[in-house]
């Protein structure tokens, strides 16, 4: 319910929002453009198509991984 009342509001009040999260999920589902950190430092920046078929830095291609493997899809090498 979270969620959706986040992606509502997004589309009708608050076009630009800040979300932090690990589960990459979320972020496929609610952004446009992913910043993703490592020890408070921006690692990868991109949008989500990009960053999900085609991540550079390990710290990416292991949330990706790690989103894919929950329904049994691994990360194209």
Same mark, same amino acid.
């Given at each position: 319910?979270?969620?959706?009342?986040? *992606?509502?509001?997004?589309?009708?009040?608050?076009?630009?929002?800040?979300? #932090?999260?690990?589960?990459?999920?979320?972020?496929?589902?609610?952004?446009?453009?992913?910043?993703?950190?490592?020890?408070?430092?921006?690692?990868?920046?991109?949008?989500? *198509?990009?960053?999900?078929?085609?991540?550079?830095?390990?710290?990416?291609?292991?949330? #990706?991984?790690?989103?894919?493997?929950?329904?049994?899809? *691994?990360?194209?090498?």
């Amino acid at each position: 319910r979270i969620l959706d009342l986040l *992606e509502s509001i997004m589309q009708k009040q608050a076009p630009g929002m800040l979300l #932090v999260t690990h589960d990459m999920g979320v972020v496929a589902r609610l952004a446009d453009d992913v910043a993703v950190m490592s020890h408070g430092k921006i690692v990868e920046q991109g949008d989500v *198509e990009t960053l999900f078929n085609a991540p550079k830095h390990a710290v990416t291609r292991s949330l #990706v991984s790690a989103h894919l493997a929950l329904y049994g899809m *691994e990360l194209a090498s």
